[in-house]
């Protein structure tokens, strides 16, 4: 068992004043029953804890440290600018730079509009799309989360599967009431939808590869249906790539898919770590975005210098290494090292890959959509969790997030890894934790 002494301290005098001990909902361990370890610093494909216990990590900070934690050229970047001055409340050279590499790297984005967070970015391309089309309804898929704006927190996924509160106090009902939930993987919901109400409907927004009820590929196809039923119905796609962004390509998932969004919000990668969130798309709907247009947005720190910074060498360290084909073939290690321990210790589950996100789910043999994500069992993963933990590999404090991998994880942490998941899968035959 890992020393806790410091970061029980740390939990105690949190949750005096800090709601929960935590400044977002899943950090607080409670899916898997216990405190959480307090960080203070990151290495590469490591983080080390208050208590210097150091641990393997595939958290990666939810998705944008995919060059690994605190990497050499990323830092100095941050120093250097830094030094220059955190923010001004005017434009800067970096923002133009930063919008001319998204642009230039993803079709569909002829402008783009940075804020400081995926909601944000969210809460500003649905606005968008109902200026657009005059409509006041969205539809969303259950279990996929697009930030913590009202109207989207309605059969969210990640923080509400995991917490059992898939909506939110607090949230209008009138404001939920224009949020129209379809299925993921499942066209005739969305279909249906249409039917029903095709004349209210503004946008569908879609994860184009899901990662917020855990990992879910979409079917064949069911992209590319997607975007001729909103296109046939004069509504807008809306394409979240928060995460899937700059991950699991360079530029866009969706496109990568043969998909082309009216609208793309990006986060996450684009900040290097920092944060950030953008929206981006066609220049004749971005400009309905004020000063231009009567879509309002604003954000005293909306494309900062040290986020921007960060991004734009994260993005050009992308550029100049191309991982991808590895970050793939270090994802497919895993996978497979994961499905020979479920079946080595004959522990009932399965295990979903996009390239470098990966979800296993104890309890159901596949997983398409949400309903079949929430059939895991959460009491094991949290046993699980916990062997892992205790084996030194930090892995997501909830059955329905993604895993992580970055350039900085080797062939022989990612067999570290497989060994410990094979360890901590015969504990739960044996009642351990």
């Known amino acids: 068992m890992t020393s806790r002494k410091k970061s029980d301290e740390l939990f105690n005098r949190a949750s005096v004043k800090i709601p929960g001990a935590v400044n977002s909902p899943v950090r607080a361990w409670k899916a898997v029953g216990a405190a959480p370890i307090f960080i203070e610093s990151g290495n590469g494909a490591t983080i080390t804890d208050a208590d210097r216990n150091t641990f393997l990590d595939y958290v990666c900070s939810y998705g944008p440290a995919i060059l690994g934690h605190a990497h050499p050229s990323v830092m100095r970047a941050i120093a250097e600018q830094a030094r220059l001055g955190l923010g001004f409340g005017a ?3 970096l923002e133009v730079e930063l919008a001319e590499l998204i642009s230039s790297s993803i079709t569909c984005a002829q402008k783009v509009r940075l804020v400081t967070s995926g909601t944000e970015a969210g809460l500003t391309a649905l606005r968008i799309a109902r200026a657009a089309t005059g409509r006041p309804n969205i539809i969303k898929f259950d279990g996929c989360y697009h930030g913590h704006s009202d109207s989207m927190l309605v059969r969210a996924g990640s923080g509400g599967m995991t917490l059992g509160q898939p909506d ?3 949230v209008p009902s009138a404001l939920a009431a224009m949020t129209m939930v379809a299925r993921y993987n499942a066209i005739e919901t969305v279909e249906g939808l249409f039917r029903a109400a095709p004349e209210k409907i503004a946008a569908v927004i879609v994860e184009p590869v899901a990662a917020n009820m ?3 590929n979409p079917d064949a196809g069911s992209l590319k249906a997607l975007a001729e039923i909103t296109r046939n119905n004069g509504a807008l796609l809306i394409c979240d790539e928060v995460i ?6 360079f530029g866009s998932v969706a496109e990568s898919m043969g998909i082309a969004p009216d609208l793309i919000m990006l986060g996450k990668i684009i900040g290097g770590g920092m944060p950030v969130g953008a929206v ?4 004749k709907i971005m400009d309905l975005l004020a000063p231009v247009g009567p879509v309002y947005q604003a954000g005293t720190l909306s494309g900062n210098p040290l986020s921007v910074r960060a991004g734009l060498e994260t993005l050009s360290v992308l550029q100049e290494t191309n991982p991808y084909a590895a970050l793939d073939a270090a994802g497919a290690r895993l996978e497979s090292g994961l499905r020979d321990a479920l079946k080595k210790t004959g522990q009932t589950g399965c295990v979903n890959r996009a390239g470098s996100l990966l979800t296993m789910f104890l309890g159901p043999e596949r997983v398409r959509d949400a309903d079949e994500a929430r059939t895991s069992d959460s009491a094991k993963f949290a046993k699980f969790f916990h062997g892992m933990i205790d084996r030194g590999i930090n892995i997501p404090p909830s059955q329905f997030e993604a895993m992580f991998l970055s350039t900085a994880h080797t062939n022989a942490d ?5 060994a410990a998941a094979t360890e901590s899968l015969k504990d739960l035959n044996a009642g351990g934790y």
Do not use: Y
């Open 91 to 93: 434009p800067t050279r």
């Open 214 to 216: 855990g990992v879910v």
């Open 244 to 249: 899937s962004g700059f991950r699991l390509c």
């Open 414 to 418: 990612i067999d570290r890894t497989i």
């Open 168 to 170: 939110s106090a607090g």
């Open 280 to 283: 981006a798309g066609s220049a």
